[in-house]
């Protein structure tokens, strides 16, 4: 049997000769099927027939002896006890070079209005292993992102996954915005996962300004199921991999990570796991590590994918369990402040708690020099902002403390970004000469 594909609207190519059962339970969550339980596996879709004759699709979540519990797609499932029920296999996309520029749901169904999508030679399994540890090239190439603060502080390197960590509202989806107009990709894929629906016009037409022609976009808004917006990273990541076996540079955005943990969660949930951390079942420990091993750099003489994941901490806590189990995972992190986002600077990148396990690569020695004395010298700073503020501090008792006083808010200005200014190429050379600049005027 060849592997499913998501069907058209109102149309479904059965085969001749199919595994049936039937549907003996439905619940809010999920239903059950009997009469599948020997031909199914877990991430097999079922497909049932709802009364007005539309084909509703759920995958198998549970194997039990007698029945196996089914997670549907549709927010709204509609078919009911005793309806017929199908194996169809596992789900599958077929991304082509033509996708460049297209928007598409979490099965890969085009939903921009724009007409069909071509298929590809190659079907990608939404829900792939990684490759082999030893089957993966080396990263060495540097990535420039043009965003200053994270070309300075913490720089990416081709194939290396990176963490954007914020709470709510403090400028995480326009960071990551500003960071899908890099031009050192071939290809950017973005899964915008539980965004509000108004978002993803104004992301297209707004952040990327229209220019859409190396960009592949997925949707699952935050009023699609849960199985939707699971699927929505997978589908984004199958299609970074197809770019990426072109030998293409890919830029892999989700945002966010958070949400897909969400969504394992419900569904791991109605397949009966126990809450341990927080009401996450373990499966969702298991399934993140799974998709973010997915991006990297490819087999030797392919592309890479370059994986930046938004991680929305709960309640501004930096080590609540996804969180947590991401960062471990990651090559390294982004911390976006709320204190730094309530003065006003965006970016609100915390240099001090940010960091990217590949940097090396990327800096020569000046720059790495230079690097590690900003960075201390904005401790120095931010560890005496209270005692200035207290009137402790008095000048020329500390010329350390001196000089992080005049030069830390150039290095603040110099870094910061919105939106729509022109992206910086070479970040290091604007912040040598603003910090020039605030030395000749500090000792005037």
């Known amino acids: 049997m060849k592997p499913y594909q998501r069907p058209e609207k109102g149309s479904l190519n059965d085969p001749l000769i199919r595994i049936s059962g039937h549907v003996i339970d439905v619940s809010a969550q999920a239903f059950r099927v009997a009469g599948l339980s020997p031909f199914v596996r877990l991430g097999d879709c079922v497909a049932t027939r709802s009364p007005d004759g539309e084909t509703e699709i759920g995958e198998v979540v549970r194997v039990e002896e007698k029945s196996a519990t089914v997670k549907p797609f549709a927010a709204n499932f509609r078919s009911g006890v005793r309806s017929v029920a199908w194996r169809t296999g596992p789900i599958t996309v077929s991304p082509a070079k033509s996708w460049k520029g297209r928007t598409v749901d979490a099965f890969g169904r085009p939903c921009d209005n724009l007409g069909n999508l071509e298929?590809?030679?190659?079907?990608?399994?939404?829900?792939?292993?990684?490759?082999?540890?030893?089957?993966?090239?080396?990263?060495d190439k540097p990535a420039k992102t043009d965003v200053k603060a994270i070309d300075i502080f913490t720089p990416l390197v081709k194939g290396q996954r990176m963490g954007i960590f914020a709470g709510s509202g403090v400028g995480k989806s326009t960071l990551m915005g500003m960071l899908a107009r890099a031009k050192g990709f071939d290809t950017i894929v973005v899964a915008l996962v539980g965004e509000r629906g108004r978002e993803v016009r104004e992301f297209l037409e707004v952040t990327m300004g229209g220019d859409l022609s190396r960009l592949v976009t997925v949707v699952a808004t935050g009023d699609e199921s849960p199985m939707m917006r699971r699927m929505a990273p997978k589908t984004a990541?199958?299609?970074?991999?197809?770019?990426?076996?072109?030998?293409?540079?890919?830029?892999?955005?989700?945002?966010?990570?958070?949400?897909?943990?969400?969504?394992a969660r419900d569904v791991a949930l109605a397949a009966g796991e126990p809450p341990v951390a927080r009401g996450y079942p373990p499966s969702v420990f298991s399934e993140l590590p799974r998709l973010l091993e997915?991006?990297?750099?490819?087999?030797?003489?392919?592309?890479?994918?370059?994986?930046?994941?938004?991680?929305?901490?709960?309640g501004d806590d930096h080590n609540e369990p996804v969180a947590d189990a991401i960062r471990g995972t990651l090559d390294g992190h982004i911390v976006l402040s709320r204190s730094i986002a309530e003065e006003g600077?965006?970016?609100?990148?915390?240099?001090?708690?940010s960091i990217s396990r590949l940097a090396d690569l990327c800096w020569d020695t000046q720059e790495r020099e230079l690097v590690m004395r900003l960075r201390a010298m904005i401790a120095r700073f931010e560890d005496t902002r209270d005692l200035r503020l207290l009137g402790g501090y008095a000048r020329g008792g500390d010329t350390t403390l001196d000089q992080a006083v005049d030069l830390v808010p150039i290095i603040y200005e110099a870094i910061g970004q919105k939106p729509g200014d022109p992206l910086v190429d070479k970040a290091f050379d604007d912040l040598s000469r603003r910090l020039k600049q605030g030395l000749v005027a500090a000792q005037g």
């Open 119 to 139: 298929k590809g030679p190659r079907a990608f399994a939404a829900d792939a292993m990684p490759d082999t540890a030893m089957g993966r090239g080396r990263v």
């Open 237 to 263: 990541m199958s299609i970074a991999e197809f770019f990426r076996d072109e030998g293409d540079d890919v830029l892999l955005i989700v945002d966010s990570v958070t949400r897909l943990a969400h969504a």
């Open 345 to 353: 600077r965006f970016p609100a990148v915390d240099v001090l708690k």
């Open 294 to 314: 997915r991006a990297g750099p490819g087999p030797e003489g392919k592309g890479t994918i370059t994986g930046l994941f938004a991680v929305l901490v709960d």
